[in-house]
């Protein structure tokens, strides 16, 4: 049975915490195949989860504030990614 959106975003959500077993990786998959929607939705989580975790390494390291280079790389994607849509 093919997954709804809801289902697959739920089961991507899931998997930035942990491995999804192998049937649910290839029903998301599978999903994602068809569904640009979903793709699109689930590419911009991935690249959040990204971001927050280059963002607590900076905080870690007590840089509060991201550098210039950092900034102008995170702008250049969103806008890639928004003329995408």
Known sequence: MMLSCKEATELASRSLDRKLPWPQRLS???HL???HRCRHYI???FFMQRIAAKIEQHIEKGQTVLPPQAR????ARLQQQ???S
């Open 33 to 35: 195949l068809i569904c």
């Open 72 to 75: 102008q790389k995170i702008g």
């Open 82 to 84: 928004n003329h995408s």
């Open 28 to 30: 998301l998959r599978l």
């Open 43 to 45: 590419n911009h989580l």
